[in-house]
């Protein structure tokens, strides 16, 4: 105690507040350095002593240097910047997107349209004139190139987009490592210390604040001191010392790990806005730029498109130009080669019974809907089938999905004893079937007799008619009899079925009577048109498809098994089962050109449609008094097209005038030498279908073009038709009214939207672009704002303020002053004391 004492007490207290200099000295060098957080010493009393007058303080010491730190402040400004990060990419991106449907005076669709329309009104005014076809033609040739010029640059938004995402997911990958070493770093100088390591603390904070600029992460502090930082759907990207990497591909975000092999597996956690940050919004802005999906903005502009394609073209192929076809016409679309998939779903009443949920099934990575299950019927999971056609339909997948036809009737009754002799006749699909029954039809016991020499009948008369040589659209329907559990008919009914997988053609029984009345009931049918729907199909699932695509349902091969898309059905190809995938294509197996492999093949009404074809001798007369009419009544590929044709050729005593082909997947009609032809009356669509005396060719915004046949000659643009009695007149322009009058035509199609008038979906579409872009400016602009406040909230509790470390400084040093001239004092009084002892 005494002087010994003050003079330690002066020694501490200098050593402190010098301590306390250095902090704010560090502090105010860093007043500028991004992520640093303002430091001060905490100063503690020492132990006071006990003397007689009481409790003697022991001076002061420094304890720990702390740093001014608000955890909750730091994660809401880490958030902030998330979304602040995100609404900026996808607003940089939409702004490159925008100026694509910029709709310039002149350069825009809009204008383009307009004097499209134009032309075709001027050619309707005077469609003997050249100039009006050229420039018809011309206006069309404007807008194909404007919609090239646009997919274009979607193309390279598109590719600018990837190329952020690249650097991008390469700066998440080095910053979440540099997390994981810093984790190490702090846990070990911590350890050794006892203090925090404030400065590499705020460089790991940075790092998570630069982290969720690039995505939206979440993170807390273990007991050890380490980061955890996690993603905004739970996945780990830090982990102690352990790092996840992340990717990109086909407009997903993938995580990245090891299994215990050290091989590298992936897994899809997210594509668009929820990921947060900049990957989330570029990758958001992607997805509206990706090919397949119809509700997205290249969607949109390629259903623009094909709606124009369509539209012209289902017009321009009824009429005829100035010159007929006398020479091959090879249609300008081709006839793709396709696979085909046919599956019969699990009919026990379970899985009949059970609904898949929407998102459980994707194919090609677009989600199918609910598909509802229902009971079996006879053995068959007919609803269940029909739900799944129409929720992979809906789903626009670019896989087609067809039910098959099966009619069942009622079990067949006991005709009657009186009744052996009389005839029962009935049509099917206007093929006559005529039944004598016999004897061993009646009785007891022998409703199995009678079905099955019905059957007989009915599959004879089929085959009969399939075989003559003039018959051009062959009947493929099967009949059997209902075995009342397993082939969807009731035990000894009659079922037919057609014969092709996937075949939605209609089934009809017609003109059933009998020559005793009464007596037809016995057959159990009735009479009627029976479509493909929910009760009248065979329970299978048949998809088409002209690329390979890929169906998952799950991790295993529940749900795959529930469509019956396991065992032997899929045994030949899938070579990975029990992982809830397949793949399959036509380089699986290729069925050839069916009509399904048409791109407008959804327009095909084949089952009442027809098309008829004028034949003219070289001097432009009537070579036949009546058109040939050509039914496609239940033709499947296009083989079957081209018999049909060939046949009503020869049905009509005009065979070889026009000869029907196959030239590359595509049709092709040959007139002889002497003859020459045009079409009208098209009720199936196929000629727009299959790019015969169309207008446009393709079926996107890509891919749209001029059919060759305009562009090499300009007569063949149809501003006419052909008259009921075949006849062409000089100056008609019917059909260039028709073609006109698309302008304003409200009830027009697009794919993934609803009916409207061509110039209405393309203004819809635009303005969409521009709210879109004008709502993300100013969410960015609020967002900006918000992230300044919580920025000054942030600094004001952790950053350094000059003029307040300038003021500690001076309080610093007036109490190192202080202490310092205790020490001189206590000297003062020590020299003192010494000098009286000596005296």
């Known amino acids: 105690m005494g002087l010994s004492s003050v003079l330690n007490i002066a020694k501490q207290a200098l050593l402190a507040h010098q301590l306390s200099i250095e902090v704010a000295s560090n502090n ?43 955890q909750f402040m730091v994660q809401e400004l880490a958030s902030q910047q998330s979304g602040l990060g995100n ?20 350069l825009g669709i809009n204008d383009l349209m307009s004097k499209f329309w134009s032309n075709w009104q001027t050619l309707a005014d005077s469609p003997n004139v050249p100039a009006t076809r050229q420039s018809v033609i011309q206006s069309a040739q404007t807008i194909i190139d404007q919609l090239h010029t646009m997919t274009g640059q979607i193309t390279q938004a598109k590719s ?34 006892g203090g925090q390591a404030n400065d590499l603390r705020d460089k ?96 949109q502009l390629n259903a623009f498109a094909n709606s124009l394609i369509r539209e012209v073209n289902q017009q321009h192929s009824q009429g005829v130009g100035l010159t007929l076809f006398s020479s091959p016409l090879t249609g300008s679309e081709q006839d793709n080669n396709v696979a085909r998939l046919t599956s019969t779903l699990d009919p026990s009443s379970v899985s009949a019974n059970t609904t898949i949920p929407a998102g459980t099934i994707t194919i090609n990575d677009r989600p ?38 099966l009619m069942a009737g009622a079990a067949v009754t006991d005709p009657g004893a009186a009744n052996v002799g009389s ?37 004879t008369a089929l085959n009969t008619y399939n075989g003559l040589s003039t018959t051009a659209n062959p009947i493929t329907i099967q009949a059997a009899v209902g075995d009342g559990t397993t082939n969807g008919g009731a035990l000894n009914a009659i079922v037919l079925t057609n014969t092709k997988p996937g075949d939605q053609s209609n089934i009809i029984v017609g003109n059933l009577t009998s020559s005793v009345a009464g007596v037809a009931a016995s057959t159990g049918l009735t009479a009627g048109t029976y479509n493909a729907d929910a009760t009248h199909n065979t329970g299978q699932l048949t998809l088409f498809s002209t690329s390979t695509f890929t169906l998952k349902a799950g991790s295993n091969d529940y749900i795959l098994a529930q469509l019956g898309l396991t065992g032997p059905t899929v045994s030949s190809f899938d070579t990975q089962s029990g992982d809830g995938t397949i793949q399959y294509g036509p380089a699986t197996k290729s069925e050839g050109p069916l009509l399904t492999g048409y791109n407008y093949a959804d327009q095909l009404a084949t089952d009442k449609g027809s098309f008829d074809i004028w034949l003219y001798n070289k001097d432009g007369s009537l070579a036949m008094p009546q058109p040939v009419t050509v039914s496609l009544n239940r033709d499947y590929d296009l ?103 698309i302008q304003n035509d409200t009830s027009v199609a697009f794919t993934g939207g609803s009916p409207n008038t061509l110039d209405g979906f393309y203004n819809s579409l635009v303005g969409q672009v521009g ?52 020490i001189t004092m206590s000297d003062d009084m020590m020299k003192t004391l010494l000098a009286a002892v000596v005296g």
């Open 28 to 70: 105010i060098a860093n007043v500028d350095t991004p992520g640093y957080t303002r430091q001060s010493l905490e100063l503690e009393a020492n132990n006071a002593t006990p003397i007689s007058a009481g409790m003697l303080g022991g001076g002061v010491t420094g304890t720990k240097i702390l740093r001014s730190y608000d």
């Open 87 to 106: 609404l900026q990419a996808q607003q940089d991106s939409m702004k490159l997107v925008e100026t694509v449907f910029n709709e310039a005076p002149g």
């Open 160 to 193: 600018d987009i990837g190329t952020s995402l690249d650097t991008a997911v390469g700066s998440v990958n080095s910053t979440t490592s540099q997390i994981a070493s810093l984790n190490v770093q702090i846990a070990t100088a911590e350890s050794a210390s």
């Open 204 to 299: 790991r904070d940075s790092l998570v604040q630069n982290l969720s600029k690039l995505l939206k992460v979440s993170y807390f502090e273990d007991k050890n001191g380490n980061y955890t930082v996690l993603m905004a759907d739970g996945h780990s990207l830090v982990q102690g010392d352990q790092a996840s990497k992340v990717n990109w591909a086909n407009d997903q975000l993938l995580l990245v790990s090891k299994d215990s092999k050290g091989a590298e597996t992936t897994q899809a956690i997210g594509n668009g806005a929820a990921l947060g940050g900049q990957i989330g919004g570029w990758l958001e802005v992607s997805n509206n730029l990706a090919e397949g999906n119809p509700n997205n903005i290249l969607g």
């Open 368 to 405: 199918v809907g609910k598909i509802t299950g229902g009971p079996a019927v006879n053995g068959l999971a007919m609803t269940k089938a029909a739900n799944a056609v129409t929720a992979i339909n809906n789903a626009a997948t670019g896989v087609t999905a067809k039910l098959t036809t």
């Open 423 to 459: 005839t029962i006749s009935f049509d099917i699909n206007g093929v006559a079937v005529n039944y004598t029954i016999a004897l061993g039809d009646v009785g007891a016991g022998n409703a199995s007799t009678f079905a099955g020499n019905l059957v007989g009948a009915i599959n």
């Open 639 to 741: 083989n079957d097209v081209v018999h049909s044709i060939n046949a009503a050729m020869t049905n009509a005593g005009a065979a070889g005038m026009v000869t029907a082909s196959i030239s590359g997947n595509s049709l092709c009609l040959t007139p002889d030498a002497t003859h020459q032809f045009a079409f009208a009356n098209d009720t199936s669509n196929f000629l727009q279908v299959a790019g015969l005396n169309t207008f446009f060719s393709g079926n996107s915004a890509a891919s749209i073009g001029l059919n060759s046949l305009i562009t090499n000659d300009p007569n063949t643009l149809t501003a006419a038709t052909v008259g009921s009695q075949g006849q062409i007149f000089s100056g008609d322009n019917s059909n260039a009214l028709k073609i006109t009058a």
């Open 771 to 822: 709210n879109t872009t004008s709502s993300l400016g100013q969410s960015y602009d609020s967002s900006v704002l918000i992230n300044q406040q919580v920025s000054a909230m942030r600094d004001s509790v952790s950053g350094v303020s000059l003029d307040e470390e300038m003021a500690n400084l001076i309080k610093y040093q007036q109490a190192y002053t202080a202490a310092a001239r205790l």
